[in-house]
């Protein structure tokens, strides 16, 4: 193995001293090499850029870091495999199933876009709040066993308190211009005399 002292351009021309039998080998890549390398990942780069597959996706992580990455795979599905899902299932229902209204083909993409855990968890508690989804059609998105009272929807007034209560307050916001009592018919906030 040669010594340290004949590496890099300034010793590359000293005289190498070997024992019997044995051979210098280079301590680096050499230029040639390096050109084969970088062919070999613009290639890469060009495979991705034709079939539109994030570099993160293969493996190629020269710019990646956890934000775009984790971005990556929402790109991937909204653009590259979302137009080829929806001409599969177009030409499913052409060839494939006579009665598109007993049969279709659904091919779900939902797994790539969601986002993290906590953006869905919150996006999820803002939808059982509006309405629009049931406590337990959340907990199933989340991937949590159902509840036996999670089937209702409810929507929860602003302002207000939720329903259930006991109390009967919130059950319903207030007429317009009237002042918000604390449960004794006195202001909330208001000072007695």
């Known amino acids: 193995m040669p010594h340290v002292s004949h590496v890099g351009a300034i010793n590359a021309r000293k005289l190498m001293v070997l024992e019997e039998g044995m051979k210098p080998e280079p301590l680096s890549v050499t230029a ?5 390398l970088e062919s070999r ?6 495979c991705c850029r034709l079939f539109g597959v994030p570099p993160p996706l293969v493996g190629i992580l ?28 177009r030409e499913f229902a052409r060839v ?3 009665d598109p209204d007993r ?9 790539l876009v969601k986002g993290d855990y906590a953006t869905r968890a919150s996006v999820g508690v803002n939808l059982v709040r509006s309405g629009i989804l049931t406590a337990n059609e959340l907990r199933q998105e989340l991937g949590y066993d159902t509840h036996p009272d999670g089937d209702k929807l409810v929507m929860q007034a602003t302002g207000g308190r939720p329903e259930g209560t006991g109390d009967g307050e919130g059950a319903s916001l ?14 909330n906030g208001a000072a007695t005399v």
Request: hydrophobic share 45%; net charge negative.
């Open 62 to 89: 020269d710019n990646a870091n956890f934000s775009n990455a984790a971005q990556a795979s929402a790109w991937f599905a909204t653009n590259t495999l979302a137009p080829w899902c929806i001409a599969i299932e």
């Open 96 to 98: 494939v199933f006579n």
């Open 103 to 111: 049969f279709h083909l659904g091919l779900d993409l939902s797994a």
């Open 41 to 46: 990942k613009f290639t890469a780069l060009e």
């Open 32 to 36: 040639e090499d390096l050109e084969v």
């Open 174 to 187: 207030p007429a317009p211009g009237a002042r918000p009592t604390n449960g004794t018919g006195k202001g």
